[in-house]
């Protein structure tokens, strides 16, 4: 790919999540603008990046930045698909930088407001992720912002699949474009990410889940994905009866802590996130009526988690996209990892739509049974079961209310105390207790009894996540890919 763009192609490039299609395309907007600045001094935007949500502007404005660490001066970029107000990032625009990072939506109000002006010095223009852009409803602003483009530039469409969506921006923005399809499955195979799901009904959800965290059975950070934003608290609820701490990620939170939450789940800070993939999940019509704050979020679309060992469907996806980019999260570059279904009888038409689109030439299932002696575990039932009378809908509301207070709190009244304390922000952790008046100290601990449930019960091991310098070679390794 970057060969071809460095050319002046416009290029169409399909590759499965977690292959390096950011680098793809980066390091050659990078070079043309180091390029064009040895002739041409002046100060203009030469590059526009669009993005269908918040959090992979900000990852996008990262990565960026990290590849211009030794030209910083010469190629700036600058992140504006934040909530801040127009006013306030007029400022940022009105120096020009390089490279500008936004949705479609934001990106047309700057240029309707006249802070952003591309119509004379756009070179490149980036769709990031292009198969989402259309699904969150950005089609409008996409069309009305090409009106405010030069007739030629180059363009780059990023995509994990080639939908019908990804085909219409293909005739509306590309000309005579290289078609890059990246061979191979659209998951790893079986040597770096296993597959396994076990069928379960929702208490047998819950008590799996609990074991498993529990008893440590899964190794490294773990990710969980729930149907809705109810399920996301119940089941953060739930695991605090246990001293089992996690964070919600969802589109209700403010775009601050969404990010914040990100960036410590990569440093560390936390080993569990429970997480929705409301635009998969969500009724096609209710869909329609979200706000434009619901249709920019997509936890399991793009937003890069570092060194993620495990992904836990606890609802199990509606379609098979959103399982391959579920299940995505992990086992990127040479990382292993493992992916985890919860099966329910209602949720079995959609597993055999997954393994029928999965199947290998084989004709093997992708997708392992996974055998749990549930037998074993039959002793913590009570438990669980105890833990669930006390996470009721009251619970749930009041979680959910006390949690999106607590974010704005921090998110707003403290976004310039920490921007001048960076050190302070470490302190401010996502996964404290929401509901402590209904946690039980004695399920916290294991009794006795109990204990030699661990040494019967299946256990899967990973290994060791990478080191910082493992990361670098990681990166280094996806631009030498591409």
């Given at each position: ?9 416009d290029l169409l490039a399909r590759a499965r999540t977690g292959s390096g299609k950011t680098a793809a ?168 990410l296993q597959q396994y799901s076990i069928k379960c009904e929702e208490e047998d959800k819950f008590l799996l889940i609990y074991t498993l965290l529990k008893l440590q059975l899964l190794q490294g ?262």
């Open positions: 790919a970057i060969p071809l763009a460095l050319e002046g192609k395309y980066a390091v050659p907007v990078i070079q043309r603008i180091l390029t064009s600045k040895q002739s041409v001094r002046e100060q203009d935007v030469r590059a526009l990046i669009l993005v269908p949500s918040k959090e992979l502007g900000q990852q996008v404005q990262t990565m960026i930045r990290q590849l211009t660490f030794f030209c910083s001066r010469d190629v700036r970029v600058t992140d504006i698909s934040g909530k801040a107000d127009l006013s306030a990032q007029r400022p940022i625009l009105m120096e020009k930088p390089d490279v500008v990072v936004g949705t479609p939506s934001r990106v047309l109000a700057h240029l309707n407001a006249q802070n952003l002006v591309l119509h004379s010095s756009l070179e490149m223009l980036v769709v990031d992720e292009a198969d989402l852009l259309f699904s969150f409803g950005f089609e409008a602003d996409l069309k009305n912002l090409l009106c405010h483009l030069p007739k030629i530039y180059q363009s780059f469409l990023m995509s994990a699949t080639l939908s019908e969506d990804v085909q219409a921006l293909k005739e509306l923005l590309l000309h005579n474009p290289v078609v890059l399809k990246l061979q191979g499955s659209q998951l790893p195979d079986s040597s770096q950070k773990t990710l969980v994905f729930v149907g809705a934003v109810d399920r996301c608290y119940r089941l953060k609820l739930f695991l605090e009866q246990f001293g089992i701490p996690a964070c919600v990620l969802n589109s209700e939170l403010p775009v601050q802590s969404r990010c914040h939450i990100i960036t410590q789940f990569n440093q560390g800070f936390y080993d569990y996130i429970i997480a929705t993939d409301e635009q998969s999940l969500a009724d096609p019509a209710a869909a329609a009526a979200q706000t434009t704050a619901g249709k920019e979020y997509g936890v399991s679309r793009g937003v890069d988690f570092q060194n993620v060992s495990n992904v836990i469907n606890f609802d199990f996806p509606a379609t098979v996209e959103s399982y391959i980019h579920r299940v995505g999260r992990t086992a990127r570059a040479d990382n292993p990892g493992t992916a985890l279904s919860f099966i329910s009888h209602t949720e079995l038409d959609l597993l055999s739509e997954v393994e029928e689109a999965l199947t290998g030439d084989n004709a093997e299932s992708v997708l392992k049974p996974y055998e749990f002696k549930m037998k074993e575990i039959e002793g913590f039932r009570y438990r669980c079961r105890d833990a669930m009378r006390s996470v009721t809908k009251q619970a749930v509301r009041e979680a959910r209310l006390k949690e999106i207070k607590q974010e704005l709190l921090n998110s707003e009244k403290l976004k310039t105390y920490f921007d001048d304390n960076p050190r302070d922000l470490q302190l401010l952790r996502h996964d404290k207790d929401l509901h402590p008046a209904v946690v039980k100290p004695h399920l916290k601990n294991i009794p006795e009894y109990l204990g030699e449930t661990q040494t019967h019960v299946a256990v899967m091991t990973r290994k060791p996540v990478c080191s910082h310098e493992e990361e670098a070679q990681d990166a280094l390794s996806e631009v030498r890919h591409w």
